[in-house]
């Protein structure tokens, strides 16, 4: 079960560009990486997913190198809204049964100031 | 408008005395899953089901059960057995059968027991 390593918590000012490394040192070959925003008192949400090199959508970018031995959740330009806890997950949930990946960590704490 | 909804938000129980969560999704995922997340803490699996009459246990099954008789529907009892049950739970769905895959997450349920 590939375990997951991330910052406890993080600081960062409106409009800058935050970025959240996750180390995964023995994540599987079938193992996709995805990332969960979640503010307080509220069910997780989904950011983004990946499985190698870059991915990109609206709101975020995710790096993958190519041992995929860690990934980074890049945040553009954030504001105090995005202050929340940011999950990392490694894993995969098979359709015949078993499941891998379905551990969040205790995550980073993003922090934003004005 | 699809999605997925816990009741009640909040939920008082006596010590002693089993209580059942409900969790409802219309999004046609044959997958769901019920978390516990106590403060400060990550999301952990308590049970998930990838098909209607079969579920399987996370890793904090103890004191409680599940069923699944439902496509739409995946209620979970926490029984006297559990000696912390005071937390809050998080219910979600996903598709199955890709390896891929993004989980929805209801609103959560916060139970006490006095």
């Known amino acids: 079960l590939a375990k997951t390593t991330q910052p406890i918590s993080m600081d960062s000012y409106e409009g800058q560009e935050v970025n959240i490394t996750c180390s995964h040192n023995?994540?599987?070959?079938?193992?996709?990486i995805t990332w969960y925003q979640q503010f307080p008192s509220q069910g997780p949400r989904f950011i983004i997913q990946?499985?190698?090199t870059k991915v990109t959508n609206e709101v975020a970018s995710l790096f993958i190198p190519a041992d995929r031995k860690s990934s980074t959740l890049s945040l553009p330009r954030v504001s105090l809204s995005d202050t929340a806890v940011y999950y990392c997950?490694?894993?995969?949930?098979?359709?015949?049964?078993?499941?891998?990946?379905?551990?969040f960590g205790k995550g980073t704490h993003l922090i934003i100031q004005p | 408008d699809g999605g997925i909804t816990q009741s009640p938000k909040y939920l008082f129980r006596k010590e002693g005395q089993n209580v059942t969560l409900s969790c409802e999704q219309n999004?046609?995922?044959?997958?769901m899953y019920w978390y516990r997340q106590d403060p400060g803490q990550g999301l952990r699996l308590i049970y998930y089901?990838?098909?209607?009459?079969?579920?399987q246990k996370g890793d904090i099954a103890e004191g409680y059960s599940v069923s699944r008789e439902k496509k739409e529907s995946f209620p979970l009892t926490v029984t006297s057995a559990q000696k912390n049950p005071t937390a809050f739970y998080l219910c979600?769905?996903?598709?199955?059968?890709?390896?891929?895959?993004?989980?929805?997450f209801g609103p959560g349920t916060r139970l006490t027991v006095l």
């Open positions: 979600a769905s996903s598709i199955v059968g890709i390896l891929d895959n993004e989980q929805f």
């Open positions: 023995n994540i599987a070959t079938n193992d996709y």
């Open positions: 990946g499985y190698k």
């Open positions: 997950l490694v894993g995969v949930v098979y359709s015949g049964g078993g499941a891998d990946g379905l551990t």
């Open positions: 999004l046609n995922h044959d997958a």
């Open positions: 089901s990838q098909i209607v009459n079969d579920f």
